[in-house]
């Protein structure tokens, strides 16, 4: 199979999809690997190591796309890359099509076979492929809620952690997954006073057993959320139903219960956002200011520590793409039940109910593109 590497090009994003060590694991497997000239240069790699491992660099992008069997990336295909994807091939990356109708459409009509890292799922009901990217973003959304906490960058001017004589920042959580666990983790460490929310009672038990003192679990509900907002100096979002919507828990009305110049930070962007004021940001122009709140609200946060994320979602994602390509999708999908929910769009069709239900579209199983 010959596997496409093209350069990220969505704002600040500086990740890559692949590392000079798994161009090497394609290749001795008789794959052949095509890597954008300074695809891995945001990242740390260069061309050199890619070629040193048996890629091929090539300037034409246009090239990668048109020749590539099984297309490799980070982010989902943002507008100049809509008309390059191509029937039957396969695009194997973050898509997060609830959060993009444009990005859906432009998908199903390419008749592409766009297998989305965010939905594949073990049979203990993990994202393996989500998982080291929502550390990454949970641990991220903390540091940068502090920083924009600070006076200077327009927040109230709280020190997350206090100091002795002064009390501690209050952070709330909103989700006890992978994200609200990396975030509740930095903001105990910095000395806040935490709260996560959740609507899993075995899981506030699970959390309630292994987190530090200073980390209070609560139930999730509109009545306890809005008890909590005008304590609180940092909110962060971080609600996830794979292949969803985020269901929205803070209202534009609740967001005046909150003291001005404390920030949201809503991790969820990248499927909708769990705060209704939420917009996606870039990098670039990372905050803005609703109701006297600070929203951070950028939809790639991973992408501003890039050689720390790609070396973590190669690691995981280097597995199935080893699968992908020397099975081919049906076959590997067929061995590998994990990458059942995470075929998402095949061949003009969706194949993900969740993604179809977000905008009231046709649904049809899996099981009727691989049988």
């Given at each position: 199979m010959l596997i496409g590497v093209p350069k990220e090009i969505?704002?600040?994003?500086?990740?890559?999809?692949?590392?000079?060590?798994?161009?090497?694991?394609?290749?001795?497997?008789?794959?052949?690997?095509?890597?954008?000239?300074?695809?891995?240069?945001?990242?740390?790699?260069?061309?050199?190591?890619?070629?040193?491992?048996?890629?091929?660099?090539?300037?034409?992008?246009?090239?990668?796309?048109?020749?590539?069997?099984?297309?490799?990336?980070?982010?989902?295909?943002v507008g100049p890359e809509y008309n390059r994807m191509r029937e039957g091939q396969i695009i194997f990356t973050y898509f997060h099509f609830?959060?993009?109708?444009?990005?859906?459409?432009?998908?199903?009509?390419?008749?592409?076979?766009?297998?989305?890292?965010?939905?594949?799922?073990?049979?203990?009901r993990s994202l393996p492929l989500l998982i080291p990217m929502s550390e990454v973003a949970g641990r991220m959304s903390v540091q940068q809620g502090a920083k924009y906490l600070e006076k200077a960058q327009g927040g109230r001017g709280v020190l997350l952690g206090g100091i002795p004589g002064v009390k501690p920042g209050n952070v709330l959580i909103l989700g006890g997954g992978i994200v609200g666990v990396n975030a509740a983790k930095m903001a105990a460490g910095m000395g806040a006073n935490v709260t996560i929310m959740d609507i899993s009672l075995p899981r506030l038990r699970q959390l309630d057993d292994f987190m530090p003192r200073n980390v209070t679990t609560i139930y999730s509900s509109e009545a306890n959320i809005r008890e909590m907002l005008p304590l609180l100096d940092l909110v962060v979002?971080?609600?996830?139903?794979?292949?969803?919507?985020?269901?929205?828990?803070?209202?534009?009305?609740?967001?005046?219960?909150?003291?001005?110049?404390?920030?949201?930070?809503?991790?969820?962007?990248?499927?909708?956002?769990?705060?209704?004021?939420?917009?996606?940001?870039?990098?670039?122009?990372?905050?803005?200011?609703?109701?006297?709140?600070i929203h951070y609200c950028v939809a790639n946060m991973p992408g501003a520590v890039p050689y720390t994320s790609t070396v973590g979602l190669t690691n995981a994602t280097m597995p199935y793409a080893l699968q992908i390509a020397d099975k081919g999708w049906k076959k590997a999908l067929k061995d590998n039940r994990d990458l059942v929910p995470g075929l998402n769009v095949a061949y003009g069709e969706i194949t993900h109910k969740d993604v179809a239900a977000a905008f009231d579209l046709e649904w049809k199983p899996v099981e009727g593109f691989i049988n």
């Open positions: 969505k704002s600040h994003e500086s990740r890559v999809a692949l590392l000079p060590s798994g161009a090497l694991s394609l290749t001795r497997k008789g794959h052949k690997v095509m890597v954008e000239a300074g695809a891995g240069d945001g990242s740390g790699f260069p061309d050199e190591a890619y070629e040193l491992n048996g890629a091929q660099i090539v300037a034409d992008v246009e090239k990668i796309w048109a020749e590539a069997d099984m297309i490799m990336k980070v982010k989902e295909p609830a959060a993009s109708e444009a990005l859906t459409k432009a998908v199903m009509d390419s008749g592409c076979i766009a297998i989305a890292y965010e939905t594949v799922e073990s049979p203990d979002g971080g609600v996830l139903i794979p292949g969803a919507k985020a269901p929205k828990l803070i209202t534009r009305d609740m967001l005046k219960l909150m003291r001005p110049g404390s920030v949201i930070v809503d991790v969820a962007i990248d499927q909708g956002g769990c705060i209704e004021t939420a917009r996606p940001t870039t990098h670039d122009d990372p905050i803005y200011i609703v109701e006297d709140v």
